[in-house]
């Protein structure tokens, strides 16, 4: 998984069929599956992506996810996240689309040459750690621009609710001794301030490191190499033991089912 500040790219892969339940989407995402099957599911229904397509996300959605590898491959993916402040950007940019109809959910496009070809610009200047942000920003804005035309782009970001906020917090350093007193200082709130906003959106400072720890987990068993344990330290938890409870409680099946 890498990142810089307004995007972020992911390259799923996994020899074994599984799912992440209640999985929210927290950034827009443009993602294309290479091998196997993508399933999400919510209660309006399910839609199925395959090898070919390309698929959008919108931000703020919630889904139950299946990969499903190939019958003679694993399952593959990649996505590429944009920050709420990259889809400002493309719009103070390229005005002429704010008109246009967001997408609703979920979306689908060809993965064809031209969208191959601008993902992959996008791809590599994410992975280039000397490209400048300037250069990363643009060929990002790029696959942005490349879907506006054939009529598919993100709804203008909205305020950003507490627990996002906190998320995002939380997310550049997740194996960090997290405190509420922590998260408060650095919206330079109190902390009771803070936990009630978080309350009246139902949720806690807890909550909220604990789901960005697992998430970081899933992202990391899904896309990296790592051993388990060393994962299990990335994302904040000393104890393998209590790494494994955590993961099986959120997922329902240990980290080791993505390392057969």
């Not at 909220?208 to 904040?236: H, K, P, Y």
């Amino acid at each position: 998984m890498n990142q810089f500040v307004g995007a972020a790219f992911l390259h799923i892969r996994s020899s074994v069929l599984h799912s992440v339940r209640t999985a929210m989407v927290r950034d827009d995402q443009v993602g294309w599956v290479v091998s196997g099957r993508k399933r999400l599911r919510a209660p309006s229904g399910e839609v199925q992506f395959t090898a070919g397509q390309a698929l959008l996300l919108a931000r703020a959605t919630q889904w139950d996810i299946v990969n499903e590898p190939a019958a003679d491959a694993n399952y593959e993916a990649r996505v590429i996240g944009f920050a709420p402040h990259t889809i400002e950007r493309f719009y103070d940019r390229f005005g002429q689309f704010t008109a246009a109809p967001p997408v609703q959910a979920c979306a689908s496009s060809e993965a064809d040459a031209d969208f191959l070809t601008v993902c992959s610009r996008a791809m590599a200047a994410l992975l280039e750690p000397d490209m400048s942000d300037a250069m990363r920003e643009h060929r990002v804005l790029e696959v942005l621009l490349l879907l506006a035309e054939r009529g598919l782009v993100f709804a203008p970001p909205r305020e950003l609710t507490w627990e996002d906020r906190v998320c995002r917090v939380v997310r550049q350093r997740p194996h960090a001794s997290w405190t509420v007193d922590d998260l408060a200082q650095a919206f330079h709130l109190s902390a009771s301030t803070l936990q009630r906003r978080l309350a009246l959106e139902g949720t806690s400072a807890s909550r909220c490191v604990r789901e960005v720890r697992l998430e970081t987990a899933m992202a990391l068993l899904q896309g990296t190499d790592f051993q388990v344990s060393d994962i299990a330290m990335r994302c904040g938890y000393e104890s393998h033991s209590r790494f494994t409870s955590a993961f099986r409680q959120r997922f329902g099946y240990a980290p080791s089912h993505l390392r057969p």
